[in-house]
């Protein structure tokens, strides 16, 4: 156990990829207490520490769960983070993404708790000039949730000055896999991410739909970098131990670097699997730039972080043995 520095609150660990942080934490010997609304997240995936059931905007009780656990310091995931319903409906983006985060924050300064890891996007970079893409290529998101994380970005800067909260950013490309253990695993209710969608269509579900055959990409489809959920864990694991070491505030890109195709993905997930994928070509989505790839260079040379889980078919595997254990994922949530 960790007794010099406090617990650890990790919104949004009932979800997908603040699950696995939890998980990374409490292996690293850390106190950790999610907090969530379960309103995409899942009572199961909450398997190593407390869980406290509140919303963001609840501030006191907020309050007091910093207070009951002694937070030290805060990982932030809880978010909606759909860029499509975003467009659609952008007003619980803004309240969620923007104004409860910035409760949080507010919580955080009046009780003297300092570091924060913040889960940003490769959204704030909206359509990009140059790949891959490095922490230096402009910021200019095309839709609501990119700006949402965006304006966090940078209340986070004024937050410092002002009131000398420290941060490290994380802009995650596409996570995928799951729990190399087959603990715990992705089960988004939509789920719109293409290797869960994949084992759908492989398992007699809907036709996977392919947006776009016709990218100046070598099969024509879109190329997308999947950085695998516990290499993601692992970063903010080390984005905490820099902030508590006293480093300076930070915003780094989190991707594998190395793009993949649609295509190569649905022929990683019949390889792993033994199972066809059926498909269908279907129109480009409005806003899916062809090529989306990150630099995590920054990250590697300042923090030390390296995927381990970098090859589709590894990425695939992780995944596929979690959902084929738990074909109806968590069992806790009706569809809708
Ligand atoms: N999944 C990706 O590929 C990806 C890529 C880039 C960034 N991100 C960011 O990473 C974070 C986690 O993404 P995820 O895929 O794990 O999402 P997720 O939906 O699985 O997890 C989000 C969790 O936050 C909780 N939550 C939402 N609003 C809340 C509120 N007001 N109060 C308390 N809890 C609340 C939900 O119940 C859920 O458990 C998000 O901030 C997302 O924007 C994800």
Redesign the pocket.
Known sequence: MDAEHGAILV?????????HAAKALVQEGRRVVV????????RG?VRWCDLVV?????TATLRATIRDYRVGAVM??????SVGDSVRDPSPYYR??LE?TLGLLRVMVGEGVRPIIF?????VFGEPTETPITEAHDTRPINP?GET?LAIERALGHFERAYGLQSVAL??????GADPQGEIG???RPEA?LIPLAFEAARGGAPLRVFGEDYPTPDGTCLRDYIHVSDLAGAHVLALRHLEAGGASRRYNLGNGHPFSVKDVIAAVERVTGLRVPWMPAARREGDPSVLFASSARIQRDLGWRPSISSPDEIVQTAWRWHAAHPHGFGDRTEG
């Open positions: 919104t949004g660990g009932a979800g997908y990829i603040g699950s907090y969530d609304n379960l309103s995409a997240g899942h995936a509140a919303d963001l905007h609840d932030h995931f809880a978010a909606l983070a969620e993404n409860g889960s940003s996007t490769a959204a949730y994380k802009r995650y490309f596409n996570a995928a992705e089960d988004h991410h």
